[in-house]
T-cell receptor, first 113, second 115 residues
């Protein structure tokens, strides 16, 4: 594809439910990043993958958040027992290697009721 | 830990006027600095970045930024603003712990352009 894609574009769920957010990076990009952007704030780093492995997950707020990238391409961010405070736009970015420019997707807007 | 301050939440300019968006950073070593733009419904787009070398950096869409170590600043400038420049602008500082270049973003400055 031409750019990073994220699905769904919008997700509304109820408190306590489980959600999965998907990111399709640019083909061939080995580095993949997840960020969370709350209203009126800049993106906040969550986790970074180099290939299939999580190279840095220091930004995950707690153990309800988990992300995978099993084949080194598509990644899924998983949130268990969602809380209203999880409502935000979740951004994904990819780069050809860790030092290169990150290309961002349009984001998934998550609303927890 | 690194941090970024964008002191202006909103900036309003007239079309054709010059623009300067302020960014101050805190980081213990030589930082990697970025400016991104986010238009409504669009993903973040990199305008320019500074890693080393010339402290005046040219970017896309006619933007430039100047790294001033003595002032811990990396202000974004454009000589003549177009209506299409209205967007949210984010400054970011990246560290290099093990090569991840993960940026820490400021809270953003919203640019409003009057005709």
């Amino acid at each position: 594809g031409a750019g990073v894609s994220q699905t769904p574009s919008n997700k509304v769920t109820e408190k306590g439910k489980y959600v999965e957010l998907r990111c399709d990076p640019i083909s061939g990009h080995t580095a993949l990043y997840w960020y969370r952007q709350s209203l009126g704030q800049g993106p906040e780093f969550l986790i970074y993958f180099q290939g299939t492995g999580a190279a840095d997950d220091s930004g995950l707020p707690n153990d309800r958040f988990f992300a995978v990238r099993p084949e080194g391409s598509v990644s899924t961010l998983k949130i268990q027992r969602t809380e209203r405070g999880d409502s935000a736009v979740y951004l994904c970015a990819s780069s050809s290697r860790q030092a290169d420019t990150q290309y961002f997707g349009p984001g998934t807007r998550l609303t927890v009721l | 830990a690194q941090s970024v301050t964008q002191p202006d939440i909103h900036i309003t300019v007239s079309e054709g006027a010059s623009l300067e968006l302020r960014c101050n950073y805190s980081y213990g070593a030589t930082p990697y600095l970025f400016w991104y733009v986010q238009s409504p419904g669009q993903g973040l787009q990199l305008l320019l970045k500074y890693f080393s070398g010339d402290t005046l950096v040219q970017g896309i869409k006619g933007f430039e930024a100047e790294f001033k170590r003595s002032q811990s600043s990396f202000n974004l400038r454009k000589p003549s603003v177009h209506w299409s420049d209205a967007a949210e602008y984010f400054c970011a500082v990246g560290a290099h712990p093990g090569g991840s270049y993960i940026p820490t973003f400021g809270r953003g400055t919203s640019l409003i352009v009057h005709p």
